[in-house]
């Protein structure tokens, strides 16, 4: 793959999304749905290749790392959103036109003006790329504030940028502050825009035919799995570390869903909850990942003003405190070998670490991968240290106790001071006060206890409730001694490590950082998407309609099932080159040729999408080979040393 890469380096052109021919492909692989904004259908290339994405992220994670897999539902009670906060914060800050009334996300309506004033700055100062060539037939995109060349101080640059580093970090009244201050408006009319209120992004519905039971559909798939909880654990037959994974619909009712896939209403998540003890967030396969490079973007350094990355091994930002533990360290490593192995670009590939207001007010650490696109740097994948949050609120609202219980190796001696209340005669002295002395002197630690000892030697002493009442005790009511306890057994609540998905975006960053074009015909596509994920594996192409062929076709075709790999076939009257011109465009990495040669001698032709270099042998010979291609177990170098190349000159008699 990579020879590949270099390859197409030095002989092709990047293709921009906007041009025809990028417009075109992804109006085959992905259709806008209903005219609604935010909601897409998929077309048969893009479906597979959605499927085969995840087909590799069910391999690469759920089975490598022995994960239980959950399917929980869609449709979810109120109060499970309400326990786990979203009902309260999972919300966006807007803003609306106070003209128009048209609602913009305030973080990105400063973000894209604020870019689009920086990108005027380098056209006037001469800085500026060469702007993509639009196609006529392109609409206009109103999800970006159009650059106007006019230059900026440099103290004004320098503040712009500052800001875009840290604008995560900001809060909604802030945000608010920006636009007032560097007069940011909408940049569809120029119009001012108002204060930024909060947004709650959940879907509200409600259950039964009289809607009784209000519910929402799910913003994620988190919660289906800490409510099983209990049940994943006692499967696991009641031991930590273990993880659950689940990949299923989300719904978040989106302010202004623009930028195609990237933000949506409607969108396939895959998620992961890893629980592990608080006291060992340890992994145990860490040394496997240790020495993988990460381009990491930390806190400090936004704080800074600065989006410079820094390369360095996983290991090495663990060691350094710079991500909080090995557990969140390992699926960091193991997101970016997901992300390369299915074909985004390393060089366009960053780890964000969050900042402190971004950042849950629970949560340990937390890091996003993000891939650079048209659109700029866009997460894809969200990985945090959650803590115990998720699982102690559910326990707290329904009573139910969601903690391991861990047989310890040698048992724990402890000695403590322990509060006895005497029966026949407490209650009778204070009556319905009764609970209220029990819950005074029940929340005292050691340190109060052994005070409240000393003065009930001495003769009595008195204790006073959070009204101010006092009352008095006497050791004929209360007894304080010191016992001895053996823990066999330890009990606690998990932390959660959670990688989150957003496999249309990545799908949407996948098909950007694949789709190029040969410098000899620019005006067709090539869509380099690795073997393991592409829609279609191999394409068959016979030379002829003539009736001798079809029994040849047949036998490839069935040759290719029984391997497991997913073929086309393109019999078509069109010539052969147009035939794998367009298949290029939909990222097809392999065709078998099948010609007159085939007929007389069994041979049969294969062609590689990228190099376009062709090799020839008999028909078994070249579905072994491919079979190998497809699966991974041999690339094309090897290939070319097992088949000779071909000529082009069909060995006919």
């Not at 700055?121 to 639009?134: Q, S, T, Y």
């Not at 007929?599 to 042998?617: A, F, N, P, Y």
């Amino acid at each position: 793959m990579r020879a590949l890469r270099s390859v197409r380096s030095r002989l092709s052109v990047p293709l921009f999304p906007g041009t025809w021919t990028w417009l075109a492909l992804v109006q085959v692989l992905i259709h806008s749905a209903l005219g609604v904004a935010g909601l897409y259908d998929y077309g048969p290339p893009g479906s597979s290749l959605q499927s085969n994405i995840i087909a590799e992220w069910r391999k690469h994670f759920i089975v490598e790392e022995h994960m239980l897999e959950v399917d929980t539902t869609i449709m979810t009670p109120a109060p499970v959103f309400e326990t786990s906060g979203h009902v309260a914060r999972f919300a966006d800050w807007m803003v609306k036109d106070l003209k128009t009334g048209e609602v913009l996300r305030a973080d990105h309506l400063v973000k894209n003006v604020l870019e689009a004033r920086l990108a005027g700055d380098k056209e006037v100062r001469g800085l500026a790329g060469a702007p993509p060539k639009e196609d006529d037939k392109k609409k206009k995109k109103k999800d970006k504030a159009k650059p106007t060349a006019v230059k900026l101080a440099d103290e004004v640059v320098v503040e712009y940028e500052t800001i875009l580093a840290q604008l995560d970090n900001y809060s909604g009244p802030e945000l608010g502050e920006l636009c007032r201050k560097y007069n940011i408006r909408n940049p569809d009319t120029d119009n001012e825009v108002s204060e930024p209120q909060q947004f709650n992004l959940m879907f509200a519905s409600s259950i039964g035919p009289t809607g009784q039971h209000p519910g929402f559909l799910r913003p994620e798939t988190a919660q289906g799995h800490f409510l099983n909880f209990s049940r994943l654990l006692e499967f696991n037959n009641g031991r930590i570390p273990f993880a659950s994974a689940q990949i299923g619909r989300s719904f978040r009712n989106e302010i202004s869903p623009r930028a195609g896939l990237l933000r949506v209403r409607e969108f396939t998540m895959a998620e992961i909850e890893h629980y592990v003890d608080p006291e060992d967030k340890r992994h145990e396969r860490f040394s496997e990942v240790r020495d993988v490079e990460l381009d990491l973007l930390d806190r400090h350094t936004q704080a800074a003003g600065s989006t410079k990355v820094t390369r360095m091994k996983i290991g090495d930002a663990v060691d350094k405190g710079i991500v909080a533990n090995e557990t969140l360290g390992y699926f960091l490593a193991r997101i970016n070998q997901f992300l390369i192995k299915i074909g985004i670009n390393p060089t366009r590939l960053r780890f964000r670490q969050h900042m402190a207001n971004e950042m849950a007010h629970y949560a340990t650490d937390c890091w996003d991968a993000e891939i650079q696109n048209s659109y700029g740097w866009t997460e894809c994948v969200g990985c945090a240290d959650r803590a115990a949050y998720d699982l102690s609120v559910h326990s707290a609202k329904t009573g139910h106790p969601l903690v391991v219980r861990q047989a310890l190796k040698e048992p724990i001696i402890t000695e403590k001071l322990v509060a006895e209340f005497n029966k026949k005669t407490f209650g009778k002295t204070f009556g319905k006060d009764s609970a209220v002395i029990q819950n005074i002197v029940g929340g005292m630690d050691e340190a109060l206890l052994s005070k409240l000892q000393g003065e009930l030697a001495q003769g009595s002493t008195t204790v006073t409730s959070s009204d101010g009442r006092e009352f008095k005790l006497t050791p004929d009511l209360l007894t304080i001694e010191k016992k001895t306890f053996k823990q066999s057994i330890r009990e606690f609540t998990p932390n959660v490590i959670e990688p989150s998905f957003g496999l249309g975006r990545i799908l949407y960053a996948l098909l950007e950082h694949s789709f190029w074009s040969r410098e000899q015909d620019v005006d067709r596509g090539v869509l380099s998407l690795p073997a393991v994920v592409a829609p279609t594996k191999v394409l068959i192409v016979p030379l002829s309609a003539k009736p001798e062929f079809v029994p040849l076709v047949r036998e490839v075709s069935a040759k290719l099932r029984k391997a497991g790999i997913f073929s086309r076939v393109d019999d078509s009257n069109t010539s052969i080159g147009k035939r794998y011109a367009r298949n290029d465009e939909l990222g097809t990495p392999y065709g078998l040729t099948l010609d007159f040669a085939s007929t007389q001698k069994g041979t049969m032709t294969l062609r590689e999408r990228d190099t376009t270099g062709q090799l020839i042998g008999q028909i078994d010979e070249v579905i072994a080979t491919v079979t190998e291609l497809v699966n991974g177990t041999i690339d094309w170098a090897e290939a070319c040393r097992r088949l000779p190349a071909y000529d082009g000159v069909q060995d006919v008699e």
